[in-house]
């Protein structure tokens, strides 16, 4: 998604992402807390008070190692805080070690 908005609307099935068969709702959200438009704590925020998203996994990615931050997205219903690696291929090992772990 580009922003925080566009994950709302997609999540949400509205708009340009209406058409379930085209966009289904994911098992697995990977969320950056930094997006333009509505925030990933907005967007977590939304996702734990919408019945249809509630009980989806989300795993907040950031390159932030802010230990405030984590504790905000855990008590916000985070299933897990991922600090971003700084390589490329890190950052892929750590992606297939996240969709490993929750799916």
């Given at each position: 998604?580009?922003?925080?908005?566009?994950?709302?609307?997609?999540?949400?099935?509205?708009?340009?992402?209406?058409?379930?068969?085209?966009?289904?709702?994911?098992?697995?959200?990977?969320?950056?807390?930094?997006?333009?438009?509505?925030?990933?704590?907005?967007?977590?925020?939304w996702?734990?008070?919408?019945?249809?998203?509630?009980?989806?996994?989300?795993?907040?990615?950031?390159?932030?190692?802010?230990?405030n931050?984590?504790?905000?997205?855990?008590?916000?219903?985070?299933?897990?805080?991922?600090?971003?690696?700084p390589?490329?291929?890190?950052?892929?090992?750590?992606?297939?070690?996240?969709?490993?772990?929750?799916?």
């Open positions: 998604m580009h922003d925080g908005d566009d994950a709302i609307a997609y999540l949400s099935g509205t708009g340009k992402f209406a058409n379930r068969d085209e966009h289904p709702l994911p098992q697995l959200v990977l969320l950056d807390l930094k997006m333009p438009g509505k925030s990933g704590f907005d967007v977590l925020r996702i734990r008070h919408e019945e249809a998203t509630k009980d989806l996994h989300v795993v907040v990615m950031t390159g932030s190692e802010d230990v931050a984590a504790n905000r997205a855990y008590k916000m219903g985070a299933n897990s805080f991922v600090v971003k690696s390589t490329h291929d890190e950052l892929v090992k750590q992606l297939r070690e996240v969709k490993n772990h929750w799916l």
